[in-house]
């Protein structure tokens, strides 16, 4: 791997986690409420997106981008509520296992035949989240699992739908963040109307930072490695991802990394590894 590849793929990997580490140390510190944080999150991402995607182009399919906004809308929210309940690990964990099910489940649904592989690696990275869900010391909040679960699930479909798309991504991706923000605005509204929404100031400036530097600026890194990375390498680089958050978590905020988030989670990335390297010598 090129110098310049491995150093954007590095940073990229940073923002990922830090999406997980910054909403949880918002949430978890009371700073900001979850639809508020969303709200801003998908508001400042926008506009930073927006500004990097300048010059680029347009959209090229203005049209069927609204399923592709709602994915991504119905990715965030969940993801940011997911985070009052869940440690940073577990949620990224979760997340990223529920995302790598569903677009291989996907394929598979559509007459894909894989390999006996592909079938090990998706049975182990399902059983160990399922695992992880069991009741029992350590276990986590299950309705945190079920929200982080589905933004993993839209996360996928917002994946899936990309694949599709032709023209230079990371102006898709501006024009998907800014069809977002009236679904955004609605949730703002049921917010205040329930007299649930506050922030201070460092509250808006994490939702900022998530927005704005860990997805904007995030995406249109990881854009740019992707010049460098096969298929396969930009699949498996994204095991780290999980890691980092957990590593982030436990160093900000004294998050307990136990034994049961160690042997799932491996059981997870192992799982994943496996599917990911199969598929690619199909």
């Not at 090229?60 to 440690?87: G, H, I």
């Not at 677009?103 to 894989?114: D, F, Q, S, V």
């Not at 390999?115 to 869900?133: K, S, T």
């Not at 136990?258 to 491996?266: E, F, I, S, W």
């Amino acid at each position: 791997m090129a110098p310049r590849t491995l150093l954007l793929t590095a940073a990229a990997l940073v923002a990922f986690a830090g999406n997980s580490l910054l909403c949880r140390i918002a949430l978890a510190q009371e700073r900001i409420d979850a639809g508020s944080f969303t709200a801003v999150r998908l508001a400042s991402g926008a506009l930073v997106l927006a500004l990097l995607a300048m010059g680029r182009g347009r959209d090229d399919a203005p049209v069927n981008r609204w399923p592709s906004a709602v994915a991504l809308f119905l990715y965030a929210a969940p993801f940011s509520y997911a985070y009052l309940r869940l440690p940073t690990g577990v949620g990224a964990l979760v997340l990223f296992g529920a995302v790598q099910a569903t677009m291989i489940a996907w394929g598979i649904a559509r007459g894909e035949r894989p390999r006996p592989m592909v079938w090990i690696g998706l049975v182990l990275a399902l059983g160990g989240l399922g695992a992880l869900a069991l009741p029992g010391a350590g276990a986590p909040d299950p309705i945190g699992l079920v929200a982080m679960a589905i933004a993993g699930v839209s996360w996928g479909a917002y994946s899936l739908r990309g694949r599709t798309s032709v023209g230079d991504p990371l102006v898709a991706t501006a024009a998907n963040f800014l069809r977002s923000l009236p679904f955004a605005a609605v949730l703002v509204v049921v917010v205040l109307g329930r007299g649930a929404a506050w922030a201070d100031a460092q509250g808006l400036a994490l939702a900022v930072a998530s927005g704005a530097l860990a997805s904007g600026v995030g995406y249109s890194v990881w854009y740019a490695a992707l010049r460098g990375l096969s298929a396969t390498r930009a699949a498996i680089v994204q095991l780290l991802v999980p890691v980092l958050a957990a590593a982030g978590g436990a160093w900000w905020l004294d998050e307990r990394v136990d034994r049961r988030l160690v042997l799932t989670g491996a059981i997870v990335l192992i799982g994943v590894a496996l599917a990911i390297r199969a598929r690619s010598r199909e």
